[in-house]
């Protein structure tokens, strides 16, 4: 497993961006598929968006689409969510996740992982 730490959460207008970064300490994350989730309050944890180590391929919730992008530095052992015109619900905590990449003939984000290390999570409020 890698430790995962969060950080560039915080308060944002609606409209206004955010950049997320994850870093990974404890082992490389060399072969492993990363991705970020986010859990709003009162409901469920929801996957937001993830990068698979093997090409690269990213894939995202359907309604972040053209607003989240994830991107990884292979060489400093990060991942990154950049978060464009956030809305009032983006509002929640954003939880990094690594797991080990596998060969699979799944399609899309169930192609990723499993995820078997998570960080603690970075708060990201968005105002109205």
């Known amino acids: 497993q890698v430790q995962l730490v969060e950080s560039g959460g915080g308060l944002v207008q609606a409209g206004g961006s955010l950049r997320l970064s994850c870093a990974a300490s404890?082992?490389?994350?060399?072969?492993?598929?990363m991705a970020w989730f986010r859990q709003a309050p009162g409901k469920t944890r929801d996957f937001v968006g993830g990068i698979r180590w093997r090409d690269g391929s990213t894939y995202y919730a359907d309604s972040l689409k053209g607003r989240f992008t994830i991107s990884r530095d292979n060489a400093k052992n990060t991942v990154a969510l950049q978060m464009n015109s956030l809305k009032p619900e983006d509002t929640g905590v954003y939880t990094c996740?690594?797991?080990?990449?596998?060969?699979?003939?799944?399609?899309?984000?169930?192609?990723?992982?499993?995820?078997?290390?998570w960080g603690q999570g970075t708060q990201v409020t968005v105002s109205s």
């Open positions: 404890g082992r490389t994350f060399s072969g492993y598929d």
């Open positions: 996740a690594a797991g080990p990449s596998r060969p699979t003939t799944a399609q899309g984000a169930a192609s990723l992982g499993p995820f078997n290390s």
